[in-house]
């Protein structure tokens, strides 16, 4: 891949996390009976960037 289709991907990438992750952001504070309104987000975060993490991974050792 080229530089510039990998800095598109991971601006796209930076953008969908901020998205989701202020969508449950916004969620858990409208709905305060959520256990821990941030803890809940940064899980959902963490749980994106892990599973782009593996997919990216994944990527990456197939193309060898």
């Not at 901020?18 to 749980?47: D, E, K, N, R």
Request: cysteine-free.
């Amino acid at each position: 891949m080229t530089t510039v289709v990998v800095v598109l991907l991971a601006l796209t990438f930076t953008l969908a996390v901020a998205v989701i992750g202020g969508g449950l952001l916004y969620v858990t504070l409208a709905h305060p009976s959520l256990i821990g309104p941030l803890s809940v987000s940064v899980a959902g975060i963490t749980v994106v960037i892990t599973i782009a993490g593996l997919l990216i991974t994944l990527a990456t050792s197939h193309r060898r």
